[in-house]
C-alpha cells in the first residue's frame, strides 16, 4: 500500500451499468412462473412472468420495426395493464424512453406533452382512443398510433393493431448497453400554473428507487405478495411498483379501468391481494362502499396510500372495521415518487403507533431532505421549526426537461413546495403545501390538519380547506364540506365537533357544502379550482361564529 497522500485504493469490483434490463431479465427467468392477472369487468386473463417476458421482447422487435432507436419517445395513454407492463418493460430496454401520458389531462395540455416530448409513437388503449382523437390533430410529431384491443379506432385515423404488431414481429435480439445515466422514462407534472413539466427518470435512477421500495423499513415487497396498484401507471411511474414488483417476483392485479368501489371490491375478492397502493379518495370511496355491502379485504397485509395527505380517520376506520393496515407515504413525480413513509419507530407503544403513522413519513435511505426558512436557511430537526422541505438524492430529479425552472431548485436541492416539521428520528410532518397556507392574524394554520379533523366526523365524505379574505385577521380558513349521501350536517355540528381538536382560532367562521371537491387529473383534491369559486361567488357561504 502506497503511503502518500490521495486513497490509492481502486475497487475490484466489476463494473457494471444499472440498468431495467437487468430488472426485466431477473423477473422473467428468476421469477417466470409468477403472475400478471389484468381485469376485465366480469372475467379476469393472466400471463406469467416468461409469457409477458416474451411479448416483451416481441413488442421491442415491432416498435424497432417501426424505426424507434435509443432516445427516441414512445408514449402510453393506457390503464393498468398487461399491454401497459409490457411497454414499461420494452421500451427502456431497448433504449428508448417511455413517455406515460396523463389521460385525463385536457387536450391542449395533452397536445403539449406529446409535442414538447416529441412522442413518435403512441401507444393507447381502444377504451381511451375518444379521449385521445380530441387532441389528434394537434400531435405533431406522432408517426404511429398503436391500438390496444380491438375498439372502434377510427377517430385516429389509420393505426396499427398492438396484437397484430406483435404477432408480425421476432423477438428483439440482446438488449444494447446502455450507460446507467441515460434517460429510461418520462413523466409530466400535472402542474397548477403554466405548462406541465417534464421529469425524465435514468437507468440508475429507477434501478436504485426500486431496490429503495423493495426494503424491508419501506414497502417491503415479497415473492408472495400480489400487488395491486390502483394508482395509475401514468402518475409518477404508479409510485415504482411495476418494476419494483416484476424485481420481486410478486404477482400484479391489474384493475385496468375497473377503479370504482364495486368493481374494485369484487377484484379485490376474488384475487386476494397483499399488497395496494392507491391515493386516499379510492380508500375512502371503497370505505364508504363497505357501509352498505358486504366486502372481503382480509387478504391485504399493507395498503400503501399517498398523493395528498391521508386522514387519521380513514386509517383508523380501515383499521378498526377490515383489520387493514394503511400507511402513508410521501413523494412527488420529481422524486419518482419514493420520498417518506411513516412506518412507526422501534419502541413505540401500540396506542401509541397511529401517532407515527398519521405523520407524512419518516425520509428514506437514499433521499437527504431538509427544511428551510424564507432566506434559505436550514432549520434544525426539532419538531418545532416550520419551513419549506427541500431533498435531493440519486432518484430526485436535479432540472426540468426543456424548462428552466431555476425557482424549483435550490443549491442542488428540490424545492418541494411542501411546508413542515422534521422530528429529530426522520419524521416529516407536512402541514401545508407553500401555496395552500393560511395566515390569520399573523399566525399560520394548517389547511391539511383542520381538513382531516373535519373528516373525522361521522357525517362528512370529504372536506377541503382553502383561504379566505378577511377584513380584520387578512386571511381566515374557508371550509368546504361533502356530507355522506343522505345525511344532513351543520356549521354549528361541525363547529362543536372541532372543539378541542384544533386551536379555537383556527376553527372556520366560513362553511360552504358543495356536492363534491374538485379533483386534478392524478385524483388530488383541486383547490384552485374552489378558489376561483370562491372569487366568483359560486359558493353559498354560511358564516357560523
Not at 382480509?298 to 372495521?321: D, H
Not at 397511529?354 to 432549520?379: C, P, Q, Y
Request: aromatic fraction near 8%; proline fraction near 5%; charge should be negative.
Amino acid at each position: 500500500m502506497s503511503s502518500g497522500t490521495g486513497n490509492p485504493m481502486a475497487s475490484t469490483m466489476q463494473p457494471h451499468q444499472l440498468a431495467i434490463a437487468d430488472i426485466f431479465r431477473h423477473g422473467k427467468r428468476v421469477h417466470a412462473g409468477s403472475e400478471v392477472a389484468t381485469f376485465e369487468g366480469e372475467s379476469t386473463r393472466r400471463a406469467t412472468f416468461a409469457e409477458v417476458g416474451e411479448r416483451v421482447e416481441r413488442l421491442a422487435g415491432a416498435l424497432s420495426g417501426l424505426g424507434i432507436r435509443p432516445g427516441d419517445r414512445v408514449g402510453t395513454f393506457s390503464w393498468n395493464t398487461q399491454e401497459h407492463l409490457e411497454v414499461y418493460m420494452a421500451v427502456p430496454c431497448m433504449g428508448a424512453v417511455l413517455h406515460t401520458l396523463n389521460i385525463r389531462l385536457f387536450p391542449e395540455q395533452l397536445a403539449y406533452v406529446v409535442n414538447h416530448a416529441a412522442d413518435r409513437v403512441v401507444i393507447v388503449d381502444d377504451s381511451l382512443v375518444p379521449l385521445l382523437a380530441r387532441a389528434k390533430e394537434e400531435l405533431t410529431t406522432v408517426e404511429h398510433f398503436v391500438v390496444v384491443g380491438e375498439g372502434d379506432a377510427s377517430g385516429l385515423g389509420d393505426v396499427l393493431r398492438y396484437e397484430g404488431l406483435l404477432a408480425g414481429a421476432e423477438a428483439s435480439p440482446e438488449w444494447p448497453s446502455l450507460d446507467e445515466a441515460a434517460a429510461a422514462a418520462m413523466c409530466y407534472t400535472s402542474g397548477t400554473t403554466g405548462h406541465p413539466k417534464g421529469v425524465v427518470y435514468s437507468h440508475r435512477s429507477t434501478y436504485l428507487h426500486s431496490l429503495a421500495a423493495c426494503a424491508a423499513s419501506s414497502i417491503g415487497l415479497l415473492e408472495t405478495d400480489r400487488v395491486l396498484p390502483v394508482v395509475p401507471m401514468f402518475h409518477a411511474m404508479a409510485w415504482g411498483l411495476p418494476y419494483a414488483a416484476w424485481m420481486t417476483g410478486c404477482d400484479f392485479v391489474m384493475p385496468g379501468r375497473f377503479l370504482q368501489a364495486e368493481p374494485l371490491a369484487r377484484l379485490i375478492a376474488d384475487e386476494r391481494p397483499t399488497i395496494a397502493g392507491a391515493v386516499p379518495t379510492i380508500w375512502n370511496d371503497l370505505l364508504h362502499h363497505a357501509e352498505d355491502h358486504e366486502v372481503d379485504l382480509s387478504s391485504f397485509r399493507l395498503v400503501v396510500c399517498g398523493g395528498s395527505a391521508v386522514p387519521r380517520s380513514l386509517m383508523e376506520a380501515f383499521e378498526e372495521r377490515h383489520g387493514v393496515e394503511i400507511v402513508q407515504a410521501w413523494g412527488m413525480t420529481e422524486t419518482s415518487p419514493l420520498g417518506a413513509i411513516a412506518r412507526p419507530p422501534k419502541g413505540v407503544a401500540p396506542e401509541e403507533e397511529m401517532d407515527w403513522r398519521a405523520r407524512t413519513g419518516r425520509v428514506v435511505a437514499g433521499v437527504a431532505l431538509r427544511i428551510v426558512d424564507d432566506g434559505g436557511s436550514e432549520l434544525p430537526w426539532d419538531g418545532e421549526a416550520v419551513g419549506e422541505i427541500e431533498v435531493r438524492g440519486p432518484w430526485i430529479t436535479g432540472s426540468y426537461y426543456g424548462d428552466d425552472d431555476s425557482e424549483k431548485f435550490h443549491d442542488g436541492w428540490l424545492r418541494t413546495g411542501d411546508v413542515g416539521t422534521v422530528e429529530p428520528n426522520g419524521f416529516v410532518q407536512i402541514t401545508d403545501r407553500a401555496k395552500d397556507v393560511i395566515k390569520s392574524g399573523g399566525e399560520w394554520i394548517s389547511s391539511v390538519e383542520l381538513e382531516n379533523e373535519i373528516m373525522a366526523h361521522d357525517s362528512v365524505l370529504e372536506a377541503a380547506v382553502i383561504g379566505a379574505e378577511d377584513e380584520k385577521w387578512g386571511e381566515r380558513p374557508l371550509a368546504c364540506v361533502v356530507a355522506k349521501p343522505g345525511v344532513e350536517i351543520s356549521a354549528a355540528q361541525l363547529r362543536d365537533h372541532l372543539d378541542g381538536r384544533v386551536a379555537k382560532w383556527w376553527i372556520p367562521e366560513r362553511w360552504a357544502f358543495v356536492d363534491q371537491v374538485p379533483r386534478t387529473s392524478v385524483g388530488k383534491f383541486d383547490k384552485k379550482v374552489l378558489r376561483a369559486r370562491h372569487e366568483d361567488g359560486d359558493l353559498e357561504i354560511v358564516v357560523e361564529s
